[in-house]
Each structure stands twice: as C-alpha cells, then as structure tokens.
C-alpha cells in the first residue's frame, strides 16, 4: 500500500513508541492512539503545509522523521499541500503562478526524503470533495466568532493585525479537511494545537470521526530562545540547500551559551535530528581539552554540556559536521533538479 512500510512483525508496543519517539512532544490521547493502532490495519496520517519559502531542518528534516516514524508503524501517510492556505495567509503576496511552482518544490522534497509518502493539493482535493462547502458551513455554525480568532495563531497571525476577512476562513477551512480527507491521525508542530483542539471538540457534535492528534516539537531558531526556525528570517534557520561552509558558518554564529542546555538550539538538532537516526555521536575536541569523546544518548551529551566538559565552539563544530552528512543528499538531489528552485530567487520572505 503506498503511504506506508510497516513492518508486519512489529507489535503494538513497538508501533506505539514510533509515533511518540522524539520529536513528538503529545499524543491526544494516548488510549486512543493504542485504539486505533489495535482496530485500524493501515490508519490514516497528514499533515498539512503552507506552500511559502526553501524548505528548512524543521519544515523537512524534523517534519520527514517523523513521517517515516508514521509510516514504519505501519500508517498511510499524507503531506497536504495548502495551496488555498497559502494564498489567503499571504505567502508569496498572493501570487498564485508561484504558490503553484513551490508546491511542485514541496511534493519532490517530500517524495525524495520519506520515499513513499502520498501528496495530495489543496485544489485537488476541493475539486474532488462535492460536500466540502456544505461541511464547511456546518462546522462554522458550531464554534463563535471568538473561538475562531483565537486560533489565527495557527497561520502566525493575531487579532491585533489588520486582517482580510478571507484570512478568517483559515482555520474552518483546515478543520474540515481533516473530514475532507476522512483522516484517523492528524500530526503538526506544537504551533497548530488549537485547531486540532477545536476539531476534537466539533467533529463529534456532528457526526464525524475524531481524529487523534499529534504534534512534535518545533526546532529552535538559531538566534535564540522563543522563537522557531523561520524561512522569512534566514540567519534563523538552516536550509536544505545550504553549503557546508553555510551549515558551518551559521552554527558557528548560532545561540549556544555555557552550560546552558533550555531551548539551545544547537543541543536541539543534536537531540531531535541526530540521535533521532544515530545510537552515538561524537564531539571532535583539542586533545588538550580530553580529545574526541563519543555519547551514546542525548542525556549523556546534555549533562556533560551542563557541566561545562564541551565547550560551545567544538559542540557547533562537531554538530555541524553531522548535520552536514544529513543535508548532503537532499542538496545533491536538488543540483539537478534546479528549476524547482527558480521560484524562490525573487521571493523576499526567505
């Protein structure tokens, strides 16, 4: 079945710890989740992405892992293209021949980094859909105007903004394509909780099927604490397609203070990409410093930090190569494929 690898030998305790293997920070609910692995063969997963700049560590690689985590336990798993979404949150200031192109950006990446994973457009599945407009008024007549504003945070906005009243449709519109696409699980970061929130709460005073919800961390930006990875801000983020001198220059740059180990985010692509596909890694130090010294667990690395045993400059050296190793083929793959870049060179919000 495309979608998903299972292995068949897998038990249920095997398959549940894949979907809460790191990064996934919640699962709503957990006896649900163990319901739906013990009664569905092949369960359906998504998550839904805005078409808008490069792909980057957070958006593809954290996003990726956790796919093939879905898919190794055995769900059928989709990356929905939001190219309605994207327009009416503004991406590419609207601009439909571009939020076209990008899609077409997203669906290689994907397609090459969790080999197997379904897409599916936004147009395409409203096309397809005859009752989405009817389901779309049913679910808006539930919630209020208010419940509605709170979750604009789920496209980075407030209610502080002067907004388009099509950008108040956003959250409705996401909440009905998870019935749209009939799905069983539904995954995002941390940042698109309320709606999904919301969702648990409706669906069922309708009639549809309540989906169980998973969200995994969001990467750190590398400027500092509070904030994510950020494709408008790019001295933030790590692109797919950055160099090794470019992975090596911003690390080096990154926000990594001593014996600091809370919302680091050089100990988070240790900890959520790193370990995520390795059993050790290793830190390359001055022999005068102890040498080159291997952790078996993201645990162990993170208490000698806090002691102060690595200092910052050789964590972000020895990171960087590591990450670099990770990258390597997804820019390799684009080198050929440079057309799907063109879209990004006039865009502004990388």
């Known amino acids: 079945m495309s979608g998903c690898k299972s292995d068949l030998r897998l038990d249920l305790e095997e398959r549940i710890n894949l979907v809460l293997k790191e990064p996934t920070q919640e699962v709503v609910t957990k006896s649900e989740l163990r319901h739906l692995l013990q009664t569905v063969e092949h369960p359906k997963h998504y998550i839904g992405l805005e078409i808008s700049g490069p792909l980057h560590l957070g958006s593809l690689v954290v996003v990726g892992y ?39 950006y997203y669906d290689e990446a994907f397609r090459f980094f969790c080999p197997g994973v379904e897409t599916l457009l936004g147009t395409d599945l409203y096309k397809n859909t005859p ?34 009243f099509g950008q108040y ?20 970061g941390m940042d698109q909780r309320k709606v999904h929130m919301l969702v648990r709460e409706v669906f ?12 995994h961390t969001l990467l750190c930006s590398l400027s500092g604490p509070e904030t994510k990875m950020s494709k408008s801000k790019p001295w933030t983020a790590i692109f797919i397609h950055d160099s090794e001198e470019q992975i090596k220059e911003k690390l ?66 020895s990171v960087a190569a590591a990450l670099n190793k990770v990258i390597e083929p997804i820019r390799k793959y684009f080198e050929q494929k440079r057309e799907l870049l063109e879209v990004f060179k006039e865009d502004q919000s990388r």
């Open 66 to 104: 956790k796919i093939r985590d879905f898919m190794e336990a055995g769900l059928r798993c989709l990356v929905f293209l939001a190219d309605w979404h994207s327009y009416l949150n503004d991406k590419f200031g609207g601009d439909w021949g571009k939020i076209r192109a990008a899609a077409r």
């Open 131 to 164: 009752d989405y407009w009817e389901n779309y008024v049913r679910f808006c007549k539930q919630i209020t105007l208010a419940r509605n504003i709170r979750c604009l945070t789920i496209m980075g906005r407030t209610q502080k903004e002067k907004l388009d």
């Open 169 to 188: 449709l956003y959250p409705p519109m996401q909440a009905v394509d998870i019935k749209a696409m009939d799905l069983d699980l539904v995954h995002a």
């Open 204 to 215: 069922p005073k309708l009639g549809w099927k309540k989906p169980v919800a998973v969200h």
């Open 252 to 317: 080096m740059k990154a926000w990594c203070p001593p014996k600091v180990a809370s919302q680091n985010p050089v100990l988070d692509i240790v900890r959520y990409i790193i370990f995520h596909e390795s059993d050790a890694f290793e830190v390359d130090r001055p022999a005068k410093y102890g040498g080159k010294v291997t952790f078996s667990s993201y645990s162990e690395l993170e208490a000698a930090y806090v002691k102060g045993e690595l200092h910052p400059a050789d964590l972000k050296l």
